[in-house]
Nanobody
């Protein structure tokens, strides 16, 4: 069992930056690949980024490539999402999730989820 808690969301102007963090419980954090997804009302959950268990491989949705960076610190049981050059269309609830399948873009491959953190980008 893995428990995940996101933090770092908030309100930011377009062009600004935010850094999300996801703290995981349990001593097996380093065995799991981690991902970030986002969701807006009335839409399906959308893949944003993922990182392998070691941190050596990263994956991004085309919509955030070059603006967002995912990283992890296994010593701190934490995964991060650095979001730069934010756009109003990045507004969503952001969720972190863990998976034994590295690099998956599909939410059904992630059995463990956090509660989400709201990111709002004003124009």
């Amino acid at each position: 069992q893995v428990q995940l808690v996101e933090s770092g969301g908030g309100l930011v102007q377009a062009g600004g930056s935010l850094r999300l963090a996801c703290a995981a419980s349990g001593r097996t954090f380093s065995r799991y690949a981690m991902g970030w997804f986002r969701q807006t009302p009335g839409k399906e959950r959308e893949f944003v980024a993922a990182v392998s268990w070691s941190g050596s491989s990263t994956y991004y949705a085309d919509s955030v490539k070059g603006r967002f960076t995912i990283s992890r610190d296994n010593a701190k049981n934490t995964v991060y999402l650095q979001m730069n050059s934010l756009k109003p269309e990045d507004t969503a609830v952001y969720y972190c999730a863990s998976s034994l399948a590295s690099g998956s873009y599909h939410d059904y491959d992630y059995p463990y989820w956090g509660q989400g953190t709201q990111v709002t980008v004003s124009s």
